[in-house]
Structure formats: C-alpha cells, structure tokens
C-alpha cells in the first residue's frame, strides 16, 4: 500500500465511513483523477501539499476530518477547457457520491460538499474555520519561495496549453486580481502571519509579467 491510500484509508475511517471496500474504491477513483496526464499543478503534489497543511493545523478545525475528505475531493475532477465553477462543482458532485457509496454519514458528506465548493473563489465567512483551513492549504503555493512560485506558475500555463496567449494572460491576470482584492488570502492567524507577505509579494511579480 502507498503512503497516499494509506492516508486516504485513515481518512475515510475516521470519518465515519463503514464500507471497507467502497473506501478503497473511492480511493483509487480519487487518485486516478489526481494522476491524469494532463495535470502539471493540480496532481498528487499538490494533494500531498494540501494535507500536509490540514495536517499541521487540524486543531484549528471544527471537523478535521471533513477538511480533509475536501482536500482529496477539491480538485477531483479537472478539465481546463471547463468554464466558471465546473470543475468545483463536478468534484463536490463526484467526491459526495463516493463518499456516499462508501458509508460516510449524509451529514459529513454535505459539509465535504460545502467545502469542496468553497474552493472556486476561495471566498470564506468570518466563522467558519474549516473553510478558513481548506483554502489557505489550497492557496500555500502562494506563499511559495520566488524560484518555486515560478514553477507553479508554469506549470499552470502548461495546463491550459490550448489557450492562446493574449487570452491566457488576460484570463490569468483576471485571476490574479481577484485573489489580490480578497481581504486576506490567508485566514488562520498562523498562515496570515508567515504567507500573507509572500504570497502577495509573487501574484503582484506575476501580474507585472502578464501584462
């Protein structure tokens, strides 16, 4: 078993779910998505990342293990060619329904779902710690050092090759911008403290280039 299913199947266990086998089926439909060819960002780094971040911040959270079925479901599905909150939608709709099969309480799959969908504008009320840890572990690469925020920067226009690049730059800096107009990117107090700076330090770098 690798180091990903195993904490996967901790996860699911912890959540409540009581379908051994519907565990390991979601599980291996959830890290397949992660695995697709034409991720550069969005795969099993990234998902590693992410729970890494959840993990080191878990006593934050009302529900830790409801963040952390959301990490594995927040980019469960990922076409670049999609519009809007498709992919966030598709992955709640697809992370909700293997969760289902596999035995979690409604109840836990709905606040997944919740979080889940969260992650589209990363937007997040003033009481609502779960979604707060969700997306600022989402956002970390922000914060990354310049050299590996650059990476992650073209890694991103690798995953929308298709695009020409006057639109790819116009879309990207629309991007950019919402994320600079949010009041915080980051609203743990320990994340807002070590990468509030940084991470608005590279998107102000990054939107400089693109336009």
């Known amino acids: 078993m690798d180091e ?6 901790e996860t699911a266990r912890a959540a409540g779910a009581t379908d051994p ?6 599980g291996a439909r959830l890290l397949a998505g992660w695995r ?3 991720r550069h960002h969005h795969t099993v780094a ?3 990342t992410v729970l890494d971040v959840v993990d080191a ?13 959301a990490a594995w479901g927040h980019d469960a599905v990922y076409d670049p060619r999609a519009g809007g909150d498709a992919n966030e939608r598709a992955s709640a709709d697809l992370t909700g329904s293997l969760l289902t ?24 009320g003033p009481d609502d710690p779960d979604g707060a840890l969700l997306c600022d572990a989402d956002l970390a690469v922000l914060a990354a050092a310049p050299a590996d925020y650059d990476r992650y920067a073209a890694a ?3 995953e929308y090759a298709h695009v020409p690049e006057p639109d790819f730059r116009a879309g990207r800096a629309d991007v ?14 320990e994340t807002h403290a070590r990468w509030e700076g940084p991470a608005r330090a590279n998107l102000r770098r990054e939107l400089t280039t693109l336009s």
């Open 101 to 124: 099969a596999a035995g979690v309480p409604a109840a836990t799959v709905t606040g997944v779902r919740r979080l889940v969908l969260l992650t589209a504008g990363h937007e997040v």
């Open 57 to 69: 911040y878990a006593d934050r959270a009302r529900h830790p293990d409801q963040v952390r079925l």
């Open 156 to 158: 991103i226009r690798r």
């Open 4 to 9: 990903m299913t195993a904490r996967w199947r």
């Open 46 to 48: 990234h998902l590693r």
């Open 176 to 189: 950019l911008r919402h994320l600079l107009a949010l009041p915080a990117l980051y609203r743990l107090p």
């Open 36 to 38: 697709e060819p034409h």
């Open 21 to 26: 086998a519907g565990v390991d089926r979601a």
